[in-house]
């Protein structure tokens, strides 16, 4: 039952993240810390619908059980990325911050969906 409440929780978190994220993506202009994170991270602005694409998929496919690992996969995926790209620019701390990101959709993995019987 507990591990339900967590996965539930956990969802909800991941959910909203990923629709933030999505938000963010489409207000590039408005944050200038995001365009500089991405320059740091020689990212191309126009590789941002891609990232807003897959972090809608990941938003929808972890609400359900069918879909649930694909989504939690893709989740870490991107986020690995995000990882390996920051260590390529010297740049520690944004790797170092991803990690307990990376290890909600592990967590979610291993606790499985809620409404899965």
Same mark, same amino acid.
């Given at each position: ?21 999505? *938000? ?8 200038p810390e995001a365009?500089?994170?991405? #320059? ?20 929808? @496919?972890?609400?359900? $059980? ?7 996969l893709l989740n #870490?995926?991107?986020?690995? =990325? ?8 010297d740049n520690y701390?944004? #790797?170092? =911050?991803?990690? $307990? @990101? ?7 993995? *291993? ?7």
């Amino acid at each position: 039952m507990i591990s339900k409440i967590i996965s539930s929780i956990l969802i909800v978190v991941t959910v909203v993240l990923q629709l933030k994220h999505f *938000w963010d993506g489409l207000h590039l202009d408005k944050s200038p810390e995001a365009l500089k994170m991405l #320059a740091e991270l020689n990212i191309n602005r126009s590789y941002m619908p891609y990232f807003g694409i897959a972090t809608i998929l990941v938003a929808i @496919f972890v609400l359900f $059980p069918k879909t649930f690992f694909i989504g939690n996969l893709l989740n #870490a995926l991107t986020i690995v =990325m995000i990882m390996a790209l920051a260590l390529r620019a010297d740049n520690y701390k944004i #790797a170092l =911050m991803e990690i $307990p @990101f990376l290890l909600i959709p592990l967590v979610l993995i *291993w606790l499985k969906h809620p409404l899965k019987s």
